[in-house]
């Protein structure tokens, strides 16, 4: 997809707890080279019971500590990708229960100006600009240097989704880009007030932190026609299969309700492996919902999963989006589909028109192409900002850190206690 495109950014996901460090900032290395800076990275914790079966380990890793863990690993990362080499990085102890603040594949390992090509001399790298990591943390223990060159953006472009404590704190130190869900600006507008906060607390500008809300569009030429499409899509819609992900995504188990029109609260979740934000988004009332029920949950995530459903022409969606942006205070739309092509045919030919016509929306795709993170920042801003807990870890400025010892943290913790 790349090859025959010049700006369109791909954001693709990746697992903290399923893959080695070393080998994610590899490839994420390998592919920013390859699409000239259009890389972005949707971190993900992982919760599934199955999953975790599927690579050998009975259970999931506990909600808190698996971002814990996924803290380290980023952290070893901004490490690894300015500090590289061409030798192999040891996977990871299993099992991973130590990720918290070391990043240094990506920004420590290598400086600007390491690469040396010169063919007559055979040579490629300065080796005395290129630094070997050692990494010796509570989850992740590596010796080696990034093995690719620095790319284009350094860093990926930084999606995380997830508002509950530990998401958001983890969100707010890490993520460039956050996913919400929310069937309601009014439920959503103080959890993103939270995420600017601690953004703004961790020394971040809280305008930076920028925050996509799920959003479906049913669009039509006219009312009618938008309304036709809906009623179609409910017509054909599973309701069985939304009940099975709200309730694998929640922990209720939907089908112990006898009485469709029971309300559904947060106590009803009996499962400790489940997505805490998804479970507050489907169990706080507000004035677009206020009760929810079985019966309700059927209808919401059947179509439109995590967030609203805006059906109407284009002029009544773009009025909708607006809302949500003034009364929620998001930046943008992750925006999900009905059907494909279709969803998306009706976005690119009526809804980016009106957007467009509102001066909400650019009008025009420049010559030269834009890395992911100028798309979001503005030319010149190809690596992470400045405020950025990555830049910490530029060979600069980056100090080895003691290795972690349990021994030690037991002993001050009990002292604490």
């Known amino acids: 997809m790349a090859a025959v495109t010049k700006n369109l950014a791909f954001g693709i996901t990746a697992s903290t707890s399923f893959e080695p460090p070393f080998l994610l900032a590899k490839r994420f290395s390998t592919l920013d080279h390859l699409t000239k800076g259009r890389i ?24 808190d500590q698996r971002y814990e ?25 299993f099992p991973r229960d130590r990720l918290t603040d070391e990043n240094r594949l990506w920004n420590a390992s290598w400086t600007p100006s390491a690469i040396r090509l010169n063919p007559s001399s055979d040579t490629y790298t300065d080796p005395s600009q290129v630094r070997q990591i050692n990494h010796q943390g509570k989850y992740f223990s590596l010796s080696t240097p990034h093995i690719v060159p620095p790319s284009p953006q350094r860093t990926p472009f930084l999606f995380q989704a997830g508002t509950s404590s530990a998401g958001s704190e983890f969100a707010t130190t890490h993520a460039e880009a956050v996913f919400v869900s ?25 305008s930076s932190l920028k925050v996509f809300a799920t959003f479906t569009p049913i669009i039509g030429r006219t009312e009618e026609e938008a309304q036709a499409k809906y009623q179609e899509a409910r017509k054909n819609a599973s309701v069985i299969g939304g009940l099975v992900l709200f309730s694998g995504w929640t922990g209720i188990d939907i089908s112990q309700f006898e009485d469709l029109d029971q309300e559904i609260s947060a106590s009803d979740s009996k499962e400790k492996n489940k997505i805490l934000s998804i479970l507050d988004n489907f169990t706080t009332p507000s004035e677009e919902v206020p009760r929810w029920t079985p019966r309700v949950v059927a209808e919401r995530a059947a179509i439109g999963g995590l967030g609203p459903v805006a059906v109407g022409t284009a002029e009544k969606v773009a009025d909708e989006m607006e809302r949500w942006v003034r009364e929620a205070d998001v930046d943008g739309f992750n925006v999900a589909y009905v059907t494909t092509p279709g969803t ?18 650019k009008e025009e795709v420049e010559e030269e192409a834009w890395t992911a993170r100028e798309k979001v920042y503005g030319r010149g801003q190809k690596e992470l900002r400045d405020d950025h807990v990555g830049r910490k870890y530029d060979w600069d400025v980056y100090v080895e850190e003691e290795p972690y010892r349990a021994e030690e943290v037991a002993t001050k913790q009990k002292v604490e206690a």
């Open 40 to 63: 972005g990275w949707n971190i993900v914790t992982s919760w599934k019971k199955s999953a975790f079966k599927a690579i050998g380990l009975d259970n999931p890793i506990e909600h």
């Open 69 to 93: 863990q996924a803290d380290e690993y980023l952290r070893v990362l901004y490490k690894c990708v300015a500090l590289s080499l061409p030798f192999p990085c040891p996977p990871p102890r």
């Open 182 to 206: 929310s069937h309601s600006p009014s439920v959503l507008a103080p959890k993103v007030a939270k995420l600017r906060q601690l953004a703004k607390e961790k020394g971040r500008d809280p």
């Open 344 to 361: 998306f045919e009706e976005v690119v030919d009526l809804l980016v028109p009106e957007l467009r016509k509102r001066g909400i929306y």
